[in-house]
């Protein structure tokens, strides 16, 4: 009697890549992935090869999410180390022989590549403090904080000063998560916030004393102040440096509730709308697809932080539940810095709106944040088998 072996199908052999991978979380990456090759078709159809480009960046930004999920989340602490210390010293290489470009030495010749160390530092620094937390857990002191600290300003000191202030307070706020996280006293965060907000309301009550161009403001470069000053006022400039804001709010402003429609934006395809399709993406998307698209985007992105912050609050480990709550509120950091430069009430800065903007380097990091949370979500679900 003969014995009958079936080979395994193509799915039998892939389930195990996708198996115990947290469903919610799948499921908006897919509601947003649509959303965003809807919009950079409809935006970008007439901008090169975006659209195709987009696409591919997708799948490769997909592979690296499941490659990382297959990590078990515990292992991810043998990297923290050795990843921290390269990222530094790739950025003192930058200060000591980086490329320049248009005043900023941000980028560094590998001699086969040009790469910009500061965006591994966007993961490398959370991990970094998630580790040394997880090596102090139940025995935390004040040192110990001040020691975070100082971990998190070494990354942010070298990236402010290339001068990069927009991915030098991403890092930053990677990083503050995580030690807030940890088990930060209120009693230090308040005054912080206190004076966040007097800042603030001086700058509006004294914008038109303090933009003026014989007045010069401590530890910000001119550009940095220029962003600040149109922000408060784009209206003084709005052909030039306020250009960008008044653009965008007039896009979003057409588009009212329903939008002009697939590929009819005015706005955007006139040319009206500086980087359409990678910074300014939304004031396009706004144009087109009007409040109930932006609300299905929103939609998309409240399920993703909803699932990321119950992935990290349902972490098996101390170094889980800090990574996984550092990288939801990273990517939260990202589409509110995005959409908030948008619509006119932060300044404008290079930050990318995570599955909607183009760029490879912002996807490939977007699925290494989505692998490690997919990758945390599957320990937990290992443990309970």
Not at 273 to 278: D, F, L, Q
Not at 279 to 291: C, I, N, T, Y
Not at 313 to 338: D, I
Request: net charge positive; proline share 5%; glycine share 12%.
């Amino acid at each position: 009697m003969s014995t009958v072996i079936q080979r395994p199908t193509w799915v039998q052999r892939l389930r195990p890549l996708w198996k115990d991978l947290d469903a919610g979380l799948l499921l908006a990456c897919l509601w947003l992935m649509v959303w965003g090759l809807v919009a950079m078709y409809s935006i970008g159809h007439d901008h090169g090869t975006r659209f195709v480009d987009h696409a591919r960046n997708f799948v490769i930004g997909a592979g690296v999410m499941l490659l990382v999920a297959q990590v078990p989340a515990p292992k991810l602490t043998r990297i923290a180390v050795p990843l921290y210390a390269v990222g530094v010293a790739l950025l003192i290489a930058v200060a000591l022989f980086g490329i320049t470009k248009k005043g900023a030495t941000r980028w560094l010749n590998l001699g086969v590549t040009v790469i910009q160390p500061s965006e591994l530092l966007k993961i490398a620094t959370p991990l970094m403090l998630a580790y040394w937390f997880q090596l102090r857990e139940g025995q935390l002191k004040l040192l110990d904080f001040v020691i975070a600290f100082v971990l998190l300003g070494v990354p942010f000191g070298l990236i402010a000063k290339q001068p990069d202030l927009g991915t030098g307070l991403l890092v930053l706020f990677a990083g503050l998560y995580v030690i807030y996280f940890a088990g930060l006293s209120w009693k230090l965060i308040i005054p912080l916030v206190a004076a966040g907000v007097i800042a603030i309301g001086s700058l509006i009550a004294f914008e038109s004393q303090i933009c003026v161009d014989e007045v010069k403001w401590p530890l910000l470069k001119d550009y940095q102040k220029t962003r600040v000053c149109t922000l408060l006022d784009p209206h003084k400039d709005p052909l030039g440096k306020g250009f960008h804001v008044l653009q965008g709010g007039i896009a979003i402003g057409s588009g009212g509730v329903t939008g002009k429609g697939f590929m009819q934006g005015s706005q955007t395809h006139l040319e009206f709308i500086p980087e359409r399709t990678t910074d300014f993406l939304f004031a396009a998307f706004a144009e087109e697809f009007g409040l109930l698209g932006a609300l299905a985007l929103l939609l998309g992105f409240g399920l993703l932080l909803f699932r990321g912050l119950s992935i990290a609050a349902n972490a098996p480990s101390l170094f889980e539940r800090l990574l996984g709550g550092a990288v939801t509120l990273s990517l939260f950091t990202y589409v509110f810095v995005n959409m908030g430069m948008v619509i006119g009430i932060l300044p404008v800065v290079g930050v990318p709106l995570p599955f909607m903007s183009y760029g490879g380097t912002a996807m490939v990091m977007l699925g290494l944040s989505l692998g490690i949370l997919l990758a945390i979500g599957r320990s937990r679900a290992f443990i309970q088998r």
